[in-house]
C-alpha cells in the first residue's frame, strides 16, 4: 500500500518529508485552504510524484501549475465535470488525474460513472466544511458497497492512531482496490508543517 502526504508548504519541510520516501507528495494550489502553496519545491527524487490540489480552478490555472511544477497528477476537491478531467487528460497524456468524493453517513456510488473513464483515481475523504484537511475519518464500511474496479485513495483524518482499523480495513477485499493512504492535518505541527517524526512511524506500521 502507497503513502501520500498531502497539504506541504514549506521547502525545509519538503526536503525532510520527501526523505521518508513516501510514494506522492501534494500541493495544495486554493487559496481557501491555510495550506494554500505558492513556493518553491525543492529537488526531490523522481519517484515521490508530486500532486497538485485545486478545487474547481480554470483549466488555464491547473495547466500552468502542471508546467511550473512538473506534476505528475492532480488532485481534482471541487465539483469538476467529466467533461473538465476529460479535457486535462486529453492534454496531458502521461498525468495522473485523482478525483475526489467526499462521504460522511452515506454515499450514492451512482456519481462515480460518469468519471470511470475520465481519471485514473478515485480519492475518498471526509465530507466536511472545507474541501480537505478536516480531520475526521469517515466510516470506511461504507466502501464495502463501492461497484466499481478502479483503485482508489483512502483519505480523511488518518492518524497513526488509526493504524489498527487499517489493519481491519485490509482484511476486506475491496481493500486490494485502495492504491494508496494519504494523509495530511493529523501528522502537522501546524497548518502546512508535517512532524516527520510521525509520518516515519506511520510509514514503518503502515
Not at 486529453?90 to 460518469?114: C, G, Q, W, Y
Request: hydrophobic share 35%.
Amino acid at each position: 500500500m502507497k503513502l501520500k502526504v498531502c497539504g506541504m508548504k514549506y521547502q525545509d519541510n519538503i526536503t525532510e518529508v520527501a526523505k521518508l520516501r513516501p510514494d506522492y507528495l501534494g500541493f495544495i494550489f486554493y487559496e481557501g485552504s491555510p495550506r494554500n502553496f505558492n513556493g518553491v519545491i525543492p529537488n526531490i527524487s523522481n519517484e515521490i510524484k508530486k500532486v497538485g490540489v485545486f478545487v474547481d480552478a480554470s483549466h488555464e490555472k491547473v495547466i500552468e501549475k502542471i508546467k511550473r511544477y512538473n506534476l505528475k497528477a492532480i488532485q481534482l476537491h471541487g465539483k469538476e465535470s467529466p467533461e473538465y478531467c476529460a479535457t486535462l487528460k486529453n492534454t496531458f497524456n502521461a498525468l495522473e488525474i485523482i478525483k475526489v468524493f467526499s462521504i460522511r453517513d452515506h454515499f450514492d456510488f451512482e456519481l462515480l460513472k460518469p468519471y470511470e473513464t475520465v481519471c485514473d483515481y478515485y480519492l475518498f475523504d471526509t465530507k466536511g466544511e472545507l474541501p480537505g484537511g478536516n480531520g475526521y475519518t469517515f466510516d470506511w464500511n461504507i466502501l464495502s458497497n463501492y461497484p466499481s474496479s478502479k483503485p482508489f485513495f483512502l483519505s480523511g483524518g488518518i492518524g497513526v492512531d488509526q493504524i489498527e482499523s487499517i489493519q481491519t480495513f485490509l482484511q476486506n477485499k475491496i481493500s486490494n482496490l485502495c492504491n494508496a493512504i494519504d494523509v495530511n492535518s493529523r501528522f502537522e505541527l501546524e497548518p502546512g508543517l508535517k512532524d516527520p517524526l510521525k509520518i516515519k512511524e506511520f510509514k514503518s506500521q503502515l
